[in-house]
């Protein structure tokens, strides 16, 4: 039977939401390994919507459900509606929709909540020991839920135009877990904890190895799956 694999979004757009590319990576890497996936959100307003032309804050309301059903092309679920004992791993793209609607990392740092939801999902996850991956910023769901779990955000080197958020490997440290330094193009395994992550779009680099390094994370889910 083909493994099943749950997709967690957080909104359609990399600053309010989920971004897009790394969602498309993530769903084409699973369909070209014969893995089953299934998209999954939130049912609640996002934090706030952003103009991506100009980067700011625009004065209306969306829904994180009901933006991230444009990525999954309509066929999505409420997060409330994932049950952890029909699927066999979990993944999560990034974009500021994780920091933003999953948690509230962007506005908060160390001291983040993470959606109550979302945390019952992970916990639930971890606790039957079945695989979870991560892509970008979404690593810091993980550091804040899972005491001394290994994680990438890739570089760990603040001050450079490749890598702009590298500052997030010392808030992953904060918040008890450990930061693993790594290439764009790879992924961490975590085997005792069967977390898999990957700097994805923290590195300012071409599509394709970001295209690359979310695949080599999916791969590693897979072979976690037992």
């Not at 049912?43 to 009901?66: C, F, I, P, Y």
């Not at 952890?84 to 920091?99: C, E, R, S, T």
């Not at 983040?112 to 910023?137: E, N, Q, R, Y």
């Not at 877990?177 to 898999?196: C, L, M, Q, R, W």
Request: glycine share 10%.
């Amino acid at each position: 039977m083909s493994t099943k694999v749950a997709v967690l979004l957080s909104g359609c757009g990399v600053y309010d939401g989920t971004e897009v590319h790394e969602s498309s990576a993530v769903l084409t890497h699973l369909s070209r390994q014969g893995a089953l996936a299934s998209c999954f959100a939130p049912d609640k307003d996002q934090m706030h919507v952003v103009d991506h032309t100009a980067g700011t804050e625009m004065s209306e309301t969306r829904n994180v459900l009901k933006e991230s059903a444009r990525i999954a092309r309509g066929k999505i679920s409420a997060l409330t509606e994932l049950n952890v004992g029909d699927f066999d791993a979990l993944i999560v793209p990034g974009g500021f929709g994780a920091a933003k609607n999953l948690s509230s990392f962007a506005t908060q740092g160390v001291d983040m909540t993470v959606d109550l939801t979302v945390s019952d999902k992970i916990a639930a996850f971890h606790s039957a020991g079945k695989p979870i991956g991560l892509c970008c910023i979404a690593p810091v769901l993980a550091a804040k839920l899972i005491p001394g779990v290994e994680l990438t955000v890739g570089s760990d080197q603040e001050g450079t135009d490749k890598w702009p958020y590298a500052g997030t490997a010392a808030a992953i440290d904060a918040m008890g877990g450990k930061h693993v330094v790594t290439d764009v193009s790879e992924a961490h395994v975590d085997s005792k904890n069967k977390v898999v992550t990957t700097a994805a779009f923290m590195c300012e680099t071409d599509l394709h190895e970001i295209h690359d390094g979310v695949g080599a994370m999916v791969t590693e889910v897979l072979k976690l799956v037992t």
